[in-house]
């Protein structure tokens, strides 16, 4: 992790500690998956169990302050492709991604789920965005090669989710994520589109694509806990 990356982390945590008088930390666990030049295809089919910590400064009802960190497994087989080509390879991951993110989460539907009058409706869509490093590192098997790979990078995170207030100070949670990486070397295959020699583990052998960037998705479920000032926010 390079100083640049983490003074822009610093700014970040900043200018998210600067918002708000309402505060709210959670917990998720969930399953994840990759998205890259190893293993299946398929965009949102979890193989292997994560979690992380939320935290969140409201600024008003529609919108608050929100970082994230997580612990997410990487895993890829190309046996389990729908790809022949990449079953005829064989190649395998198995690695650990720790990201941070920060960025604004919106309420679709205002004073809900903050407000306490049982009149309204206790569940809101809800949206965030913003912008996160992470830290990759891990093992790549072909055969009996074995290589090990680590690295950091950025990624801008995309998350939809659902929320619940159970009670004054519990909201449960359930979302979906989506994480893309400036990098395409979550699965370590940079290893092989940079060597030059032509031999089983080169490029034309592996078929990796570098123009392409690694993605990772994250189904989750949270429990979390308000605190802070409740009221100022429900006069206006």
Known sequence: MTKTQIN????????????????????????GNYIGDVGRETYFMPNNVGGGLLFKNISNPWIGVRMNMNYLPIYANDKESQSLGR???????????????AGIEYNFL????????????????????????????????????ISNYSGSNFFIPMILGIKHKVNEHIIISAEISARYYFTDNLDGTQ????NDEEDE????????????????????????????????????
Request: hydrophobic share 35%; proline share 3%.
């Open 191 to 194: 290893f092989y589109y940079n």
């Open 110 to 145: 205002p004073r809900n789920p903050y407000i306490r009058t049982k009149s309204y409706q206790r569940n809101t869509p809800y949206m965030f965005t913003g912008f996160g490093l992470g830290a990759f590192y891990g093992t790549i098997y072909k055969k009996t090669a």
């Open 201 to 236: 583990y080169s490029h034309a052998v592996f078929s990796t694509n570098p123009t392409s960037n690694d993605w990772y998705t994250f189904t989750s479920f949270s429990i979390i806990y308000t605190f802070g000032d409740l009221l100022c926010y429900f006069n206006m």
């Open 87 to 101: 079953q005829k390879r064989g190649l395998k991951v198995d690695g650990i991604l720790l990201d941070f993110s």
């Open 8 to 31: 822009i982390l610093f700014y970040f945590l900043s200018v998210t500690l600067s918002w708000g008088q309402q505060y709210e930390f959670g917990l998720s666990i969930g399953g």
